[in-house]
Structure formats: C-alpha cells, structure tokens
C-alpha cells in the first residue's frame, strides 16, 4: 500500500517562497504565470498487510500529529494499492 | 488555467530528508511505515485566456528549466481547467 500526503499552507496564510519563485518566472519571461504557491509531498510505502481501512488510519494520525502544521498548513492524502507481484 | 507539477528525486537518488521522517514516523510508534520520500509540489495559477496546449508547453518549459534539477529530480503534472464565473 502507498500514500501520497500533499501538504499546503492554507489559503490564508501567505507563501513568500511561492512569490519568490513566481517573481523568478515572471523575470524569465513565463508572462502567463498568474500565481505559484508552493507545497511538499511524502511518498509513503505501508505495510503491505494493512487493510484500506487501517491504512487511511494511519495516514490521517501521522499527518495530522507529524507531516503537517495545523496551524498554518493543510493536507490532503491519497491511497494506491499496489500489486505484489509473487 | 491551473497546474499542478509534482517534483521529486529520481529513484536512483539518495533522499536523506525522507530517511529522517521516516526514522521519526518510527521512533514515534508508526510501525507500519516501510518507506518515505519526500518532494515538492506548484501550485501554478495560468492566464486563464491560454489554450490547453499553450499551458501544457508553458509548464513543461518552466517545470524542465526552473522548477526541476535534472540531474536528480523528475517531474510530472496536472492542468486543471478552472470555470470562469462571470
């Protein structure tokens, strides 16, 4: 099982390293850039034996208490199975 | 026009940053986790007047020359068309 936990920082709270970059594209001559924010993502492999169940458990406690800032930030995540190949 | 582009490093590259979240994902109790690996993610805003085409050419430029290093990282997107209200 594989999780991929998106990170951002909420709407609200603003990005001064999303405006450098979009500063930076703008003076590179990408004029059709309205806006860049910038967030992380975690590739995370699971325990193969988990259910979907347990795994979405476990994803949402470990980005809510580790992979993310409440305070400033927001996730989302999402679930892939992968195969096992014998 | 939005565009999403997902960065991360190659496979064959070594990813400290993810060895550490991982090492504290278990040192907390996560137990479950097999691996992490950590990139990052744009949240690009386009000129909502481009064709899909023109926003898929203009992000690939940009994704290839400014956001990535091609040497250890890869990348891949999304283009999210977003409705005008009038």
Redesign the interface.
């Known amino acids: 099982m594989k999780a991929r936990v998106?990170v951002?920082l909420k709407k609200s709270v603003l990005d001064p390293q999303?405006k450098t970059?979009h500063h930076?594209?703008q003076s590179?001559g990408?004029?059709?850039?309205?806006?860049?924010?910038?967030?992380?993502?975690?590739?995370?492999?699971?325990?193969p034996t988990?259910s979907a169940d347990?795994?979405r458990a476990?994803i949402e406690?470990?980005a809510k208490?580790?992979?993310t800032n409440p305070v400033i930030e927001e996730f989302r995540y999402e679930l892939e199975a992968v195969e096992a190949h014998p």
Do not use: H, P, T, W
């Open positions: 998106f951002n999303g970059i930076s594209l590179l990408y004029r059709s850039v309205n806006d860049v924010r910038q967030g992380k993502f975690f590739e995370i492999s699971l325990d988990l347990q795994a476990e406690k470990m208490s580790v992979l």
